[in-house]
């Protein structure tokens, strides 16, 4: 640090110094792994000379610039970072010491009606199980039997729903709830706190960080839950993981059980729970994309990232599959990351997918099967739009499954025991339950 670090408050002094500035080597392999180095409206901005500035203690200038914003927090800095330098950490840092009123975009907003409401968009909870209800029984019509439990005591597992499914894509949601049924699991979502995306992660907000995962546990806690399933949305599991962790270290007896959803399809496809047919997915050609925070940012911080799961399970749904390069720890982020999805960096976020849009195109593949609904929405809609010539396909992993399912099934009894249930959930609940 330099003397004008003295300015700082202890706080940030003390922030700062865990990460000691002092063995960066000024080498750039920072810059030249990162996305966001030669954006456009960036010019002289690059991950070296942020590591500088705030060695020398220039800390309101960094936070005063867009660059933190810009980070996807992808992880490919530290990943090659010769002093080991948690760079995506300090970025998160100097999120948090921006003004909340200058957040860019809505992501403040979002995490404010989260913390006000329980979903980053505001959703009412009447709306919110009318959607359930009506949704459920839209699919109810394809599997017999089906209904979306809300609020179900003792469930074995626990599943949050992504409010822009909630909210608008709607079907989206059809993918999860056909694996569930075909496995016949005992499963549930709240009624209330049910957002899987943690925008206080985006936006270095640690308090609220700590609130969304506190209720999360407080939840599983209350209704006896055996498992969470870690929130698709790679910032949501990995903000939710970072939260948990901070209060079971205050509190051993706030730990939950949890998986990833890449342990659970691979444990129901493994045990025989559901089966699946490849010859669904034939003539077409699939690659998988590595997300940051379910891969090379897991590892880095959890000492275990999801790189040979995902293989696992679109191995056992298609037969032509082939990797891009670079792949698995040494992939490229997709642009979306950190926020830059939802943010108002739309140019910025489609510069950073240049990587990635070539790397579809070298691999020659149709469909590109993703895990996170960051990444999916990105490779799907962003990149087509600044890259036109695309021409594939993205899918969902869990929507890979449920597609090729072989589901078996439910006996007459089984169908007529959810149906009374689905009756008596929706009256206790105060909503109509729907014509059968």
Known sequence: MSSSAHCMSPELLSVLERFD????????????????TGTPGMAGWD???????????????????????????????????????????????MKSLRPREAVPGSLH???????ATGNNLAISREEYLEGMRDLGADLAEECPG???????????????????EVYGDFEDQFWWWKIFYAARENW???????????WALFTGNYDANRELARRKIRYMQDHSIGTMIMPDCGGGSYGCR???????????????????LYDYLLQLLRSGRIRVDKSVHQGKRFTYHDSCKHGRELAAHYGRGFFDEPREIVAACVDDFVEMTPTREKNFCCGAGGGMWPMPFEQQSAWHARYKYQQIKDSGADVVVVGCSNCRDQIMRRIPKFYPDCTYEVKYIWQLVAEALVIEPWEAERIATAQAEAREQWERLGMEPQEE
Do not use: Q
């Open 47 to 93: 991950t070296r000379k942020v590591m500088r500035m705030l060695a020398n203690g220039l800390v309101d200038e960094v936070v005063a610039s867009d660059f933190p914003w810009l980070c996807t927090g992808c992880g490919r800095c530290a990943g090659v970072c010769p002093a080991g330098i948690d760079i995506p950490s300090v970025m998160g840092h």
């Open 146 to 164: 089906f209904y979306v439990p809300v609020d179900r005591a003792g469930a074995d597992i626990l599943f949050f729903p992504n409010s822009k």
């Open 188 to 198: 549930t979502v709240p009624s209330e706190g049910w957002e899987a995306v943690d």
């Open 21 to 36: 500035f002092s063995a960066c080597m000024v080498c750039g392999s920072c810059a030249n792994g990162c996305p966001v």
């Open 109 to 115: 907003k979002g995490m404010a009606n989260n913390l």
């Open 242 to 260: 970072k939260g948990m962790s901070a209060l079971v270290a205050e509190n051993p007896s706030d730990c939950v059980g949890f998986v990833y």
